[in-house]
C-alpha cells in the first residue's frame, strides 16, 4: 500500500516520534511511502539546527537519517517554513537571514506537494498534536 | 477520479496561524480541481463570526480570505452546531454560507470523504 504522510509537529512532540515509528513500520511491512509532508510546527521536525541533550532521543536527526537512508520524497512547506525561521540555503539568501537549517535531504515545496501526495497514495495519514 | 478531501479547521482566527493554514489548504486544492469540504469545529467555528476587528490585536482579517473559498471551487462548508451553540455564535449571522450539521449528520460527513486532514 502507498501512504502519504503529513507531519504537523515539532521534534520534541510525541507526535512527531509517533509519525517516524509509523514511517519506519511502513517500510518494515513491505509498503510505501508516496511522500512524507511536513507543514505547521512539523517544519521544524526537519530543522538541522536542534540540539537534543545527549542521554535524550533526537528525533530531529532520525528523521533526517531516515529521509536520506531512504532516499524518500520529504518536502517542507515553504510557506510554513519561513514564518517559523526553518530555512535552506535558497531562502537564507534570498531573505539575508543569518543561518540555514534546512540542508539536504529535504526539499521546500508549496502545499500542492501534499494534495499530491494524498492524490497517489491508498492512505494520507497525518500526525499532528501532543 | 480525485480522492475527496475534508479539511477540519479547529481553531480560532487569533490562536496563531493554524486557522489560516488550514485555509490555506483549501485553497491551495482548489486551485488544482479537487472535491474539497472544508468544516469549521471547537473554536474554529469563531472564523465565521461576523463583524470581527482583528486589527486591534494587529493582526490580519481572515474573514476577505475566507470569502474566496467559493471561488477557489471549494463550496461544500460545513459547521458543527453543537460548537456554535457552545460558544454563542447566531447560525443565522455567520460570515460564510455554511450548512450547520448536528453531530449524526458530522459523522456521515467525515464518512462520506475520502481523506481527512485536521488542524
Known amino acids: ?130 | 477520479m480525485a480522492k475527496s478531501l475534508l479539511i477540519i479547521s479547529r481553531q480560532a482566527p487569533w490562536s496563531g496561524p493554524s486557522a489560516r493554514e488550514a485555509l490555506d489548504i483549501a485553497l491551495a486544492g482548489g486551485a488544482f480541481d479537487l472535491p474539497l469540504g472544508m468544516l469549521f469545529l471547537d473554536d474554529g467555528v469563531f472564523q465565521l463570526a461576523a463583524a470581527q476587528q482583528p486589527d486591534a490585536v494587529q493582526q490580519k482579517n481572515l474573514a476577505a480570505n475566507l470569502q474566496a473559498l467559493p471561488m477557489f471551487g471549494v463550496e461544500e462548508l460545513f459547521a458543527c452546531g453543537h460548537s456554535l451553540a457552545r460558544r454563542g455564535l447566531d447560525n443565522d449571522a455567520l460570515s460564510l454560507p455554511v450548512e450547520v450539521l448536528d453531530n449524526a449528520a458530522l459523522t456521515a460527513l467525515i464518512a462520506r470523504f475520502d481523506q481527512v486532514v485536521t488542524l
Open chain 1, 1 to 130: 500500500m502507498k501512504f502519504a504522510i503529513a507531519v504537523f509537529s515539532p521534534a520534541h512532540a510525541p507526535s512527531s516520534r509517533r509519525a517516524l515509528r509509523f514511517a519506519e513500520a511502513v517500510l518494515a511491512g513491505g509498503h510505501e511511502i508516496a511522500r512524507l509532508f511536513f507543514y505547521q510546527d512539523g517544519v521544524h521536525s526537519a530543522s538541522a539546527n536542534i540540539v537534543a541533550p545527549q542521554d535524550e532521543l533526537d528525533v530531529a536527526a532520525q528523521w533526517r537519517a531516515f529521509v536520506s537512508d531512504h532516499r524518500l520524497d520529504a518536502v517542507v512547506c515553504i510557506a510554513a517554513a519561513l514564518r517559523r525561521g526553518v530555512l535552506d540555503d535558497t531562502e537564507a539568501n534570498r531573505y539575508q537571514r543569518p543561518a540555514v537549517n534546512l540542508p539536504m535531504p529535504w526539499e521546500l515545496s508549496g502545499l500542492g506537494q501534499l494534495h499530491e501526495a494524498a492524490q497517489l497514495a491508498d492512505r494520507l495519514v497525518c500526525f499532528g498534536g501532543d
